[in-house]
T-cell receptor, first 112, second 113 residues
Framework: QKEVEQNSGPLSVPEGAIASLNCTYS??????FFWYRQYSGKSPELIMS????GDKEDGRFTAQLNKASQYVSLLIRDSQPSDSATYLC????????????FGQGTRLTINP | IAGITQAPTSQILAAGRRMTLRCTQDMRHNAMYWYRQDLGLGLRLIHY???????GKGEVPDGYSVSRANTDDFPLTLASAVPSQTSVYFC????????????FGAGSRLTVL
């Protein structure tokens, strides 16, 4: 079992709708959780981080963490074509990115 | 513009040849990392360095070596390239305050024939 699992997609969502991206992880000791966005042919960029159970909102993005169920999700409200990208979930046991484990990414397409 | 510079952008290499991918950052970040990204496998850590003068092995270190002579530079060397090392390589860095927050370079696409 991979340590961090994501549905590779592609996930297709109409413009203006809510896109929901999910990620599960295997290590119950995980402490830090991140969502990176990667446009095709480009490098990943951090869009959200979350460290405690519950929701964290930043503009149109909401990260949700449930440590008991070992999942973290990313909601994108009012989806725009510019949100079309691959979204990488990353999970860390400890401080220090050498402990950061990435999922394989979910490819999201927003249809105008 | 502050950030990470990787070179070359793209390279085709014959198997058995030696290759060094260069990475330079100007943000004075202590920690630097090398990842490879393959379709369906996501990003996998090859080697890392928490500070100048120290390095460590990541998830997939075999066939690769690194050095960290100073804060800014973190080259990745393939001593004798093999086709399975065909991949996109990303260099990244992080500062101490946001140790898990990575800044990535633009990537180097390497093809080994």
């Amino acid at each position: 079992q991979k340590e961090v699992e994501q549905n590779s997609g592609p996930l297709s969502v109409p413009e203006g709708a809510i896109a929901s991206l999910n990620c599960t992880y295997s290590d119950r000791g995980s402490q830090s959780f991140f969502w990176y966005r990667q446009y095709s042919g480009k490098s990943p960029e951090l869009i959200m981080s979350i460290y405690s159970n519950g929701d964290k909102e930043d503009g149109r993005f909401t990260a949700q963490l449930n440590k008991a169920s070992q999942y973290v999700s990313l909601l994108i409200r009012d989806s725009q074509p510019s949100d079309s990208a691959t979204y990488l979930c990353a999970v860390s046991l400890l401080e220090g990115a050498q402990k950061l484990v990435f999922g394989q990414g979910t490819r999201l397409t927003i249809n105008p | 513009i502050a950030g990470i510079t990787q070179a070359p952008t793209s390279q085709i290499l014959a198997a058995g040849r030696r290759m060094t991918l260069r990475c330079t950052q100007d943000m004075r970040h202590n920690a630097m990392y090398w990842y490879r990204q393959d379709l369906g496998l996501g990003l996998r850590l090859i080697h890392y360095s928490n500070t100048a003068g120290t390095t460590g092995k990541g998830e997939v270190p075999d066939g690769y070596s690194v050095s960290r002579a100073n804060t800014d530079d973190f080259p990745l060397t393939l001593a004798s390239a093999v086709p399975s090392q065909t991949s996109v390589y990303f260099c990244a860095s992080s500062d101490e305050s946001g140790a898990n927050v990575l800044t990535f370079g633009a990537g180097s696409r390497l093809t080994v024939l």
